[in-house]
């Protein structure tokens, strides 16, 4: 495949996945296993790096571990539909593969692509926000989330994670030099990171705002050290006076605040969790350790996970309300209960790696950031249970390391 079709393709396929994340399953699939057959087809031209291999090394074990525990199964089906969602878990190679050998032009257009991807239904949400601002802002301080409109309706925490990763690659895009050498590139990229940030604010997700204020972190800290003293007392005022704005301009991040510090006094109090989101799934946790407990090694089973979460309710808290037994909201417990510690433990792995492996700078910046953003995320949501996500996870962390690192050939 010649490099003007892969570039050609790659874009159509990358596009398909942004753009369903919000509007069809149907294009993130499409849009996956397109970027995928690009590796496959590219797979003899590049080489994987030693921390590439380990990655993908991680990913693939946890996999086959979350697919064996169908053996001790009862529900067949629901595990069989488990097991195909997270199949990209163990295609990431072929995914970074596809992203080998790619133009600063094309990298830097993939990623306001993302970031179109995600603005559109992101002020299509915050225009409902605003039109129903009273209803809303009630239904914020009930521990509701504001609902993201726009195609088959992404869930509101999955949404605001991506869209925080949008944000993220962005800046880092921004930070780049060679961008700048397209100015309409450059300019609309700053529009679009800087209204997405606004609106990330103001749909006031809680699990969105953590994981972006973590990544961004990361990035402050990278170009903090690289800087003179003026710049950095700048940044830093700017640091402390943007969130100070969003608070005291934006009533849903108020509202969400004030929510949040009801929320937490419920959860420390130990009074009836229920109707109080971080309680809830405080509650959640307790319960899922003493289902690992009993079932530490092999998990319950990929396809039990639901239905022995619910039951052990009965008996280890009760006092939560069948309709508020959930999950665990937690990806790493979450996968302890159904597939065993040693997989919630190889998940904590591979952030790990992307934390702390060895790449180029620039790689290391951005997947530094993507790791961190999506490891915050992971504390608070199930985000491999769930197709967008994971998907988005496989083709985010593939887009940035195959984008950036050399191989070891090149080293």
Request: proline letters at 2%; one cysteine or more.
């Amino acid at each position: 495949m010649g490099q003007f079709n892969k570039s050609f393709f790659l874009f159509v396929f990358w596009s398909l996945f942004c753009f369903g994340l919000t509007l069809s399953k149907s294009l993130i699939s499409i849009g996956f296993i397109g970027v995928v057959i690009i590796g496959i087809l590219s797979f003899r031209k590049y080489n994987l790096s030693s921390s590439e291999k380990k990655i993908g090394l991680v990913l693939v074990i946890s996999f086959l571990l979350t697919a064996l525990s169908i053996i001790y199964t009862n529900n067949f089906n629901t595990s069989l539909d488990k097991i195909i969602l997270k199949l990209p878990l163990l295609l990431i190679p072929f995914a970074v593969f596809s992203f080998k050998n790619m133009t600063e032009t094309l990298k830097h257009k993939m990623i306001v692509v993302f970031n179109y991807a995600m603005f559109l239904p992101a002020v299509v949400s915050v225009y409902n926000y605003l039109i129903n601002k009273t209803l809303f802002d009630d239904l914020i301080l009930q521990s509701k989330p504001l609902p993201v409109e726009f195609g088959y309706g992404l869930y509101h925490i999955q949404f605001s994670v991506l869209l925080a990763a949008a944000i993220v690659l962005g800046v880092t895009a921004l930070l780049q030099n060679t961008i700048r050498n397209s100015q309409i590139t450059f300019w609309f990229l700053l529009v679009l990171v800087g209204v997405n940030i606004i609106s990330l604010h103001v749909l006031s997700a809680r699990t969105g705002l953590l994981s972006l204020y973590a990544a961004a972190f990361v990035v402050i800290y990278h170009y903090f050290k690289k800087i003179e003293i003026k710049k950095k007392v700048t940044i830093s005022a700017l640091v402390i006076l943007l969130p100070l704005l969003f608070i005291l301009f934006n009533t849903s991040l108020k509202n969400r605040i004030f929510n949040t510090y009801e929320d937490l006094k419920v959860t420390v109090s130990g009074k009836d969790a229920n109707d109080y989101s971080m309680a809830m799934r405080v509650a959640a946790w307790y319960n899922a350790f003493d289902v690992i407990k009993e079932n530490p090694l092999l998990g319950v089973g990929v396809g039990n996970v639901e239905v022995v979460l619910k039951e052990n309710f009965e008996v280890f808290n009760p006092q939560i309300t069948p309709q508020n037994r959930k999950n665990p909201h937690n990806q790493f417990i979450e996968t302890a209960v159904e597939s065993g510690v040693l997989n919630g433990v190889l998940l904590l792995l591979f952030f790990g790696l992307l934390l702390f492996l060895k790449f180029d700078k620039q790689t290391k910046l951005s997947l530094s950031a993507i790791g961190l953003l999506f490891f915050m995320a992971c504390l608070f949501e199930s985000l491999m249970e769930r197709q967008s996500t994971v998907i988005g996870i496989v083709m985010l962390v593939a887009f940035t390391l195959g984008s950036n690192a050399k191989t070891d050939s090149e080293n």
